[in-house]
């Protein structure tokens, strides 16, 4: 009983994740949208060799069903600052967790992205928006899963 309730109470990190995705993936598109980034969360579509063939990824029904695919994936990195960091009860964890996730994205991923821009090439502004969505989320799941963390073993302590 004690285990299933231990499995159970880590539901959280993949809501915060699913939650932390859904809110990057929308700040990218309202950035998209006011042309602060060349491109939306619709550009992970460009793995998939329809993607140039369907018309519909490109337009608001793409970036919309980006920005959920975008949720999903981003429950591992929770997960990843759930074994990691849990434990860190400053906000700088966050922060520098969001900006490895931006590095590991545009520097190590970027090869695999069709169509992609280099660092280099995106510019400034594009690297500035991007690094500080990054942050926004590192900020979102670390706070959010330190205060869960905590607040379980309150109530273990107290009950």
């Given amino acids: 009983m004690e285990k299933e309730e231990r499995r159970e109470s880590k539901g959280f990190i993949y809501a915060i994740g699913f939650v932390g995705g859904i809110l990057g993936g929308l700040a990218a598109y309202i950035s998209h949208f006011f042309n602060f980034i060349p491109f939306g969360p ?3 579509w460009q793995f998939w060799p329809w993607y140039h063939t369907v018309h519909w990824l490109r ?8 920005i959920l695919v975008i949720g999903v994936f981003s429950i591992l990195p929770a997960w990843l600052y759930y074994l990691l960091l849990r434990n860190m009860e400053t ?35 594009t690297n500035i928006v991007l690094v500080c969505i990054f942050i926004l989320y590192g900020l979102f799941a670390g706070y959010s899963i330190s205060y869960e963390v905590k607040q379980h073993e309150m109530d273990e302590r107290s009950g």
Avoid at 59 to 66: M, N, Q, R, V
Avoid at 110 to 121: A, D, E, R, T
Wanted: no cysteine; glycine share 18%.
């Fill in 59 to 66: 337009g608001p029904w793409g970036h919309l069903g980006a």
């Fill in 42 to 44: 619709a550009v992970i």
């Fill in 91 to 125: 906000p700088w964890a966050g922060i520098w967790f969001g900006v490895a996730l931006w590095m590991l994205i545009f520097l190590g991923f970027h090869p695999l992205i069709p169509g992609m821009k280099s660092v280099q090439q995106l510019g400034w502004q």
